[in-house]
């Protein structure tokens, strides 16, 4: 919209005071100025920060004709002050706040982490699907008994280079997925065979009871994903918050950023981090990019200065915020605005987003950065209805953009230290519903890839049966998963440079005492070593962040992240079965 324009504004100040020339310009001023301080800020806005205002609208009135413009330019340097965001009275010192000090990086080799959900529930068993098997269980004729209308053919899946550790020699995978199956051929992906929320192992006959986690709920598991505390011992906080912790703690500058939406995937202990960053998948938008005048900066900077010793400790504290979300969103624009990719990423919001993870892996060295933690999302995956061909778009879309990503990786030098890890809330029912869909269930595959992944490999343990009444079927092809999601993200934080003393481990994965040692691979397993990238060439300068970098005072209370995107309509003609002891009014 441009200045004075307020079509699509929810509201507008209507205070008006048309310049009376029977007066001087700066007794106007002087009024305006002070009807303002007690309209927006009961009347708290100090003399200092008065003059500053009252500088600037005389500034722009040169005339009746600029009265307007000048309140409009008055109005907007208030509400940037501390009076106006706090209760608190603000004694100026007069002096200006030293510039906020930027991250710097230590050298140490870079590590970047992009978790990625698939938000709603991917049918992850038509994305990795057994398709060679000689032993004494041919699994993929359960496959295609159990799945019914919803199995894929045989003819069209991709086959996976062939594993010795599974209950069947060959897999394939979805056949709108030609690139994983590269990836993984190539050693540079692998899955997850049957993980999931879990908080301790059980059985059929106990699972009610050993399960802390509200199964089958979209909030509920996608929570559980992220934060991988079910017993809440590090309430609060979530998982790549608690590695953004530790690694701080060794001295690293670790950058924590969602793309679209908040996750609590990166929130750790208040104080010990500065805030993540929310980005939009677009890009970073210039604070103020057409001021109403030149000098506004200057004036926003006054009007936040140095303070005496007994002004007010939130304004205070809202001041030094302001100015270094500002000083960080400078950092982020100035040095996102030249950068391009060398590879063309879909135009999909999951490409979208991949492109911008890659910008600001690029823009490491301007940032100051030793590592940095993702987190995305891609919805769409509740597919109660007509699974099979939603699926079709879906990995369409994860099989081009991954690809994308990978490609500008390797074109950028940091494939071999980046690592993308994908998750969801739970696979879904082996069997379908009457709407040619499936319903929500429990564990499921997943995958992650990356230079240093040690890939062709399927780590866990894909169900030796899937047939209704086998071990792990709870009904209708609820399959509860081998493996909790501790599997996945302590050899992950071990990667990232978390080390391997017991309390950091404990404060990484909490729950991770209730598994044995074989059921958590060791990172070795998983990765191989990582070398520093070469130094990309840096591009303008500083330029910076949304939300602000001010490590928070209390803690985030846990966004509820339901990513499901445009989720399928039309819910199952047959309501799904409760299993046994099934939880309450799953969502």
């Known amino acids: 919209c ?30 305006v100025v002070s009807e303002l301080s007690t309209i927006l800020t009961s009347g708290r806005l100090s003399n200092e920060n008065k003059q500053v205002i009252t500088a600037a609208y005389l500034s722009k009135l040169n005339g009746a004709e600029d009265a307007d413009a000048a309140l409009r330019l008055a109005t907007q340097l208030i509400l940037t002050a501390p009076e106006f965001h706090t209760t608190n009275l603000v004694s100026k ?37 057994p398709l060679k098997c000689t032993g004494e269980n041919d699994l993929y004729a359960e496959y295609q008994e159990i799945r019914q209308d919803v199995a894929l053919s045989n003819t069209t899946l991709l086959p996976l280079e062939p594993v010795d550790n599974q209950v069947c020699e060959t897999f394939g995978v979805h056949p709108e997925l030609p690139s994983i199956q590269q990836l993984f051929n190539d050693s540079d992906l692998l899955f997850f065979a049957n993980h999931g929320v879990l908080t301790m192992p059980t059985d059929k006959e106990n ?4 399960t802390v986690t509200q199964l089958f709920a979209h909030n509920f598991m996608q929570l559980a994903a992220a934060k991988i505390d079910p017993m809440k011992r590090e309430d ?62 200057a004036a926003i900077a006054s009007l936040n200065g140095e303070v005496e010793a007994h002004s007010g400790a939130f304004g205070d504290w809202y001041s030094e915020t302001l100015l270094k979300s500002l000083a960080h969103n400078k950092l982020l624009y100035d040095t996102l605005v030249d950068k391009e990719t060398e590879v063309t990423f879909p135009d999909s919001h999951l490409g979208r987003q991949l492109q911008m993870v890659a910008k600001m892996i690029d823009s490491r060295n301007e940032r100051g950065t030793d590592a940095d933690v993702f987190f995305i999302s891609k919805g769409g995956w509740d597919t109660h209805s007509q699974v099979l061909n939603n699926q079709v778009n ?74 209704e009444g086998s071990a792990l079927n709870i009904g209708r092809g609820r399959i509860i998963p081998s493996r909790g999601w501790e599997s996945v993200f302590l050899p992950l934080a071990q990667w990232a440079g978390v080390g391997n003393e017991t309390a950091d481990l404990d404060y990484v994965c909490p729950n991770r005492e209730n598994f044995d040692e074989a059921n958590i691979p060791e990172m070795t397993e998983l990765f191989l070593e990582v070398t520093n990238p070469p130094s990309s060439p840096p591009t303008k300068g500083p330029s910076a962040s949304p939300t602000t970098l001010e490590p928070s005072k209390s803690p985030t209370g846990s966004p ?9 309509a039309n819910p199952s003609k047959a309501p799904t079965p409760s299993p046994n002891h099934p939880t309450d009014s799953p969502t």
């Not at 699509?8 to 106007?28: C, G, I, M, Q």
């Open 236 to 297: 609060g906080t979530g998982i790549l918050g608690r590695v953004r912790d530790l690694l701080s703690k060794q001295g690293l500058s670790v950058g924590a950023f969602s793309l679209d939406s908040n996750s609590i995937s990166l929130i750790g202990t208040p104080g010990e981090n500065p805030t993540p960053m929310i980005l939009s998948n677009g890009g970073v938008v210039q604070f103020n990019e057409n001021p109403s005048d030149d000098g506004m900066d």
């Open 560 to 568: 509820i992240e339901v990513v499901t995107n445009n989720p399928t």
């Open 2 to 31: 441009s200045e004075g324009n307020h079509p699509s504004a929810p509201a507008h100040l209507s205070f008006s005071r048309p310049y009376d020339p029977a007066v001087s310009k700066t007794e106007h001023a002087d009024a």
């Open 93 to 129: 010192t007069g002096a200006m706040r030293e510039q906020p000090e930027l991250p710097r990086a230590t050298g140490s080799p870079y590590k970047a982490i992009v978790y990625t959900m698939f938000g709603g529930g991917c049918d992850s068993y038509n994305m990795l699907v």
């Open 394 to 467: 879906l990995f369409a879309d994860v099989d081009a953009s991954f690809k994308a990503f990978a490609d500008e990786m390797k074109a950028k030098n940091v494939w071999n230290n980046v690592v993308l890890v994908e998750t969801s809330d739970f696979a879904r029912t082996l069997t379908p519903n009457g709407g040619a869909g499936t319903d929500h269930a429990w564990g499921g595959h997943y995958m992650m890839m990356g230079g240093s992944v040690k890939g062709k490999q399927i780590v866990g343990e894909y169900p030796e049966s899937i047939a």
């Open 207 to 210: 699972y009610w009871k050993d």
